[in-house]
T-cell receptor
Framework: GAVVSQHPSRVICKSGTSVKIECRSL??????MFWYRQFPKQSLMLMAT?????????EQGVEKDKFLINHASLTLSTLTVTSAHPEDSSFYIC???????????????FGPGTRLTVL | EDKVVQSPLSLVVHEGDTVTLNCSYE??????LLWYKQEKKAPTFLFML????IEKKSGRLSSILDKKELFSILNITATQTGDSAVYLC??????????FGTGTRLKVLA
């Protein structure tokens, strides 16, 4: 199956700093990528949908200025958590789908996730 | 509001048991239902279901969708300790977004 990578896998930072997380599709072109957030023992909550070459679509309640998303190429999307605070500590997972392969009925492929800890 | 509900929330069984996990949904313009297994990290894909009544099978795992009653089940037979994980159900409706359920945490004891 398709492979999605994320980098870094784990990051610890001080409050007030910004953190960038990269999501790459390694063997397919991802016209659409998704960013999720997962708190301990909870399910995945969609934060935003990232479309190559256009602005991301954010879910209700997600601050656009705090979670900056850039999808500059067909294989890379980045999520930047700006001025991170302890409450931003979470597991961030990206996924990607190739809309050119199978139309509506192809699944999303998930990256391994990034665990962010803000001190 | 679209929603996906999974039950039970958690389950503890012994090796060799058979388990059935449930997923019910209320979404507009349903397209597909997917099952994922999540261990320590990101979810791994199990099944995608789009049509009612057609069972999908992979080894000891199987799943079926009932679009009339708006639910799906995931069966695991002859469970093993390696089946211990969180099982997530997701539904797509009208767009490409996934709506995830809360997950079922399965623990299989040796």
């Amino acid at each position: 199956g398709a492979v999605v990578s994320q980098h870094p896998s784990r990051v610890i930072c001080k409050s007030g700093t910004s953190v960038k997380i990269e999501c790459r599709s390694l063997d397919f072109q991802a016209t659409t990528m998704f960013w999720y957030r997962q708190f301990p023992k909870q399910s995945l909550m969609l934060m935003a949908t990232s479309n190559e070459g256009s602005k991301a679509t954010y879910e209700q309640g997600v601050e656009k200025d705090k979670f900056l998303i850039n999808h500059a190429s067909l294989t890379l999307s980045t999520l930047t958590v700006t001025s991170a605070h302890p409450e931003d500590s979470s597991f961030y997972i990206c996924s990607a789908r190739d809309m050119l392969a199978g139309g509506f009925y192809n699944e999303q492929f998930f990256g391994p996730g990034t665990r962010l800890t803000v001190l | 509001e679209d929603k996906v509900v999974q039950s039970p929330l958690s389950l503890v069984v012994h090796e060799g048991d058979t388990v059935t996990l449930n997923c019910s949904y209320e979404v507009t313009n349903f397209r597909s239902l997917l099952w994922y297994k999540q261990e320590k990290k990101a979810p791994t894909f199990l099944f995608m279901l789009t049509s009612s009544g057609i069972e999908k099978k992979s080894g000891r795992l199987s799943s079926i969708l009932d679009k009339k009653e708006l639910f799906s089940i995931l069966n695991i037979t002859a469970t093993q300790t390696g089946d211990s994980a969180v099982y997530l159900c997701a539904v797509t409706s009208g767009t490409y977004k996934y709506i995830f359920g809360t997950g079922t945490r399965l623990k299989v004891l040796a």
